[in-house]
């Protein structure tokens, strides 16, 4: 499967993005997809899981009840949608893709897009 990640930009502090994760090749709706985010000199970060129905999410505690992740299987399509933006979200944005339940470790995952990136400004 291809993923590509979209939707990143500028955004002052306090603002929305939505990012999005288009999917092709196989069955997308077979895969669990993750949401991870890296800065310069930091290690990559878990951000958000969903599973392959969309009916299992979680999420890091650092954006807990800021930002949800959904899914159209329909439409090969993961979505973060984030909210209260903060310096601190500012990264690279990556969503990956694995078999069966989601997880939090970004090697458990197989298929990886491009990444998009994000700037919160003060």
């Known amino acids: 499967v291809q993923l590509q990640a979209s939707g990143g930009g500028l955004v002052q502090v306090g603002g929305s993005l939505r990012l999005f994760c288009a999917a092709s090749g196989r069955s997308f709706g077979s895969y669990a997809v993750g949401w991870f985010r890296q800065s310069p000199g930091k290690e990559r970060e878990f951000v958000a899981a969903?599973?392959?129905?969309?009916?299992?999410?979680f999420y890091a505690d650092s954006v807990q009840g800021r930002f949800t992740v959904s899914r159209d299987n329909a439409k090969n399509t993961v979505s973060l949608q984030m909210d209260s933006l903060t310096p601190e979200d500012t990264a690279v944005y990556y969503c990956?893709?694995?078999?069966?339940?989601?997880?939090?470790?970004?090697?458990?995952?197989?298929?990886w897009g491009q990444g998009t990136q994000v700037t919160v400004s003060s």
């Open positions: 990956a893709a694995g078999p069966g339940a989601p997880s939090s470790s970004w090697f458990w995952y197989d298929y």
């Open positions: 969903i599973g392959q129905s969309g009916g299992t999410t």
